[in-house]
């Protein structure tokens, strides 16, 4: 019905800079926010940036002024920009996309099956 596809993911240096990409695809009406989350090994997943339709966003604290999340509205693609990349950073991310479908008119939301980011020396 809905299918997302992460990209991007890999292994840095400390300091480095990665690009996550997710592409939506299939019977969506409408898209109300797209956001990352990531889960580390022994931690529970969590919100790391999002954005809305209109274009407003919001992130965790612990990335703010490191990552920047973005989208492309004719392509249902957002991206999440990550700089001065930490190993703290280390984690699956997920991408969450909130949409109506042609089926279900409600609010739902959906996931990827998550890309690994490693950032170690």
């Known amino acids: 019905q809905v299918q997302l596809v992460e990209s991007g993911g890999g292994l840095v240096q400390p300091g480095g800079s990665l690009r996550l990409s997710c592409a939506a695809s299939g019977s969506i009406f409408s898209i109300f926010a797209m956001a990352w989350y990531r889960q580390a090994p022994g931690k529970q997943r969590e919100l790391v940036a999002t954005i809305t339709s209109g274009g407003s966003t919001k992130y965790a604290d612990s990335v703010k002024g490191r990552f920047a999340i973005s989208r492309d509205n004719a392509k249902n693609t957002v991206y999440l920009q990550m700089n001065s990349l930490k190993p703290a950073d280390t984690a699956v991310y997920y991408c969450?996309?909130?949409?109506?479908?042609?089926?279900?008119?409600?609010?739902?939301?959906?996931w990827g099956r998550g890309t690994q980011v490693t950032v170690s020396t």
């Open positions: 969450n996309l909130k949409a109506a479908t042609m089926s279900n008119l409600l609010p739902s939301d959906y």
